[in-house]
């Protein structure tokens, strides 16, 4: 089989999960035999073809107004234009329509496409290929991608949203086979009223097992050691947890937090930060994995389904995790970790008294974290996809009825 893939960005240009996944999507279906091929975008003009890990990727010079993964402010005009843009960017769409007639794919897996715009999935039609897309965030649905706004989660579309967004819908017909990274992100679509006419099933994320494991053995003689890992941003609920950790005594419980963010948040952040939080920075993941006994994930929006937790998890690291988009689906409450309530006083805080009180518990949630990162592996992703790419360019239905889509009144 040959697998395009479209994906927004891929190595080296890699923001968040959703690049990380189609790169080990991609190169799994290498690793079965199979020829797959990459188009993404770049800052530079132009069409650049390298190799990544043996695997073809077509960079395309992105067709728009600037590049949006800079961190750089622009005026609300400019946003608009460039959003207008990309709404149907038929500059994008015919850039990859020619990688597609070079390439002569097989099928096609489309993922994040901001700065391609949904345009492209017409020049995969058109050239009547299976089509396959995977839902990584809300992008379809809002042009901010994650339907959250001054503090709180979006309950529908906004008229603003549905005006930039409404080519997305109307053209998610012409998907064949949706997945999503989680229940949640995909239901929401669902009822929303994209891709009605697509097989739709949940392929959660998987990440390839670390090189080192070795958790942090619990200690009752040592302080708590928690950890955040992520980007620094009001939405993530990284403000309240630090407020959160004034409640206790450096020699009682402390806090690690690994990640960057604008620099005036960020700034912020350090000057009210009590003495039992640390700043890392930008690290290797593993590094904080190994060091701490508890992730905290306190995010506030609807996250579709994070890889931190994941991450956490291929180490044998328990989570709290707030009760928002994917995480209850990526975490068992009680056994591999805990789930609160974040507009709930004090739930934060009660969620760590937990693993303060008694620390036998932490113990036994390791074992079972363990035990469940194996479902977090490779093989069982990579398998999946495999199915439906497969299932996809044979035309046929999506075969186990319990992947079928819920059907909404």
Not at 48 to 66: A, F, S, T
Not at 137 to 163: E, H, I, V, W
Not at 210 to 223: M, N, S
Request: aromatic share 8%.
């Amino acid at each position: 089989m040959k697998p395009l893939f479209i994906s927004s960005l891929y190595h080296p240009n890699q923001v968040g999960g959703a690049e990380k996944i189609v790169r080990i999507v991609a190169e799994g279906m290498r690793q079965q035999g199979h020829d797959p091929v990459v188009v993404t975008v770049q800052q530079e003009s132009g069409h650049r073809i390298d190799q990544v890990n043996g695997v073809k990727v077509h960079y395309l010079g992105l067709k728009n107004l600037y590049w949006p993964w800079a961190r750089e402010e622009r005026s609300g005009l400019l946003r608009a234009a460039w959003h207008g843009i990309d709404r149907h960017n038929v500059f994008m769409a015919r850039a990859v329509g020619r990688v597609l007639d070079l390439e002569k794919p097989d099928i096609v897996n489309s993922h994040q496409l901001t700065g391609l715009s949904c345009a492209v999935w017409g020049a995969v039609k058109a050239r009547r290929l299976p089509l396959v897309h995977t839902l990584h965030d809300y992008s379809l649905m809002c042009p901010k991608t994650t339907m959250f706004r001054d503090g709180t989660n979006c309950q529908g579309q906004c008229a603003t949203c549905k005006r930039y967004t409404s080519p997305s819908q109307r053209l998610s017909d012409k998907v064949d086979h949706v997945i999503g990274v989680s229940r949640f992100t995909l239901d929401r679509h669902l009822v929303a009223g994209y891709f009605q006419r697509a097989q739709a099933r949940v392929i959660h994320n998987a990440l390839p097992k670390p090189a080192q494991q070795h958790p942090l053995r619990p200690d009752p003689a040592r302080p708590l050691q928690l950890g955040y890992v992520g980007q620094l941003l009001p939405s993530k609920g990284i403000a309240q947890l630090i407020e959160q950790m004034r409640t206790w005594d450096p020699s009682r419980c402390q806090l690690v937090v690994a990640g960057k963010g604008a620099a005036a948040y960020e700034s912020a952040l350090r000057a009210t930060a009590p003495p039992n939080v640390r700043f890392l920075g930008f690290v290797d993941p593993g590094e904080v994995y190994r060091a701490i006994d508890v992730l905290v994930v306190p995010s506030l929006w609807q996250e579709p389904f994070a890889t931190t937790v994941l991450e956490a998890c291929m180490h044998g690291v328990p989570a709290i995790v707030s009760n928002r988009g994917g995480f209850p689906e990526a975490v068992e409450a009680g056994r591999t970790g805990l789930i609160y309530e974040p507009l709930q006083p004090q739930a934060l805080r009660e969620a760590i008294e937990v693993f303060l009180r008694d620390r036998s518990i932490l113990e036994e949630m390791h074992r079972h974290v363990r035990n469940r990162a194996s479902y977090f592996q490779l093989e069982r992703m990579q398998d999946e996809y495999l199915h439906v790419m497969t299932e996809a360019q044979a035309g046929g239905g999506a075969g186990d009825p319990s992947i079928l889509r819920r059907r909404h009144a």
